[in-house]
């Protein structure tokens, strides 16, 4: 019985894996070439008023974007790193912020988070199946 269960969750969380790792991949293309300004604008995170976009280094840009993903996704929140985006972007109301900026910064920090759980899982699996 739990032969078959790892026959069929093994090929599924490798597919979750890639799929999530495309979804990625692409939400962050196309936010970088063509929506990266209009969601700037959009938005407008406290640190771009101190600096512009270009002279902060990746960690901070990376941080920016998932700020504006967890104001999007997680509105409500007063808790840990939600809670402190709310806080930083209590100007945006999601409800008014256009899909075409919405869906890249939701698909690049959804495909992370759960393509992590995924490849947690395929590591799982693949111990389990060792012998």
């Known amino acids: 019985m739990f032969d078959t269960f790892l026959l ?10 890639v799929a999530c790792a495309l979804a990625s991949i692409v939400s962050l293309a196309v936010l970088m070439l063509f929506r990266l300004r209009e969601t700037n604008q959009t938005l ?3 640190y771009l ?8 280094p ?6 920016i974007l ?8 997680f509105p409500n929140s007063s808790f840990w790193i939600a809670g402190q985006a709310n806080h930083l972007l209590r100007h945006v109301r ?7 900026v919405k869906w890249p910064l939701i698909g690049l920090w959804a495909g992370c988070f759960v393509g992590l759980f995924a490849m947690i899982f395929l590591w799982i699996i693949v111990l389990i199946t060792m012998e």
């Open 94 to 100: 999601p409800a008014d912020v256009p899909t075409r």
């Open 49 to 56: 008023d101190q600096r512009p976009w270009a002279r902060y």
């Open 44 to 46: 407008r995170h406290p």
């Open 58 to 63: 990746l960690s901070i840009k990376a941080a």
């Open 8 to 17: 069929y969750a093994l090929p599924l969380s490798f597919t979750l894996l």
């Open 66 to 73: 998932l700020d504006y993903f967890l104001r999007l996704a």
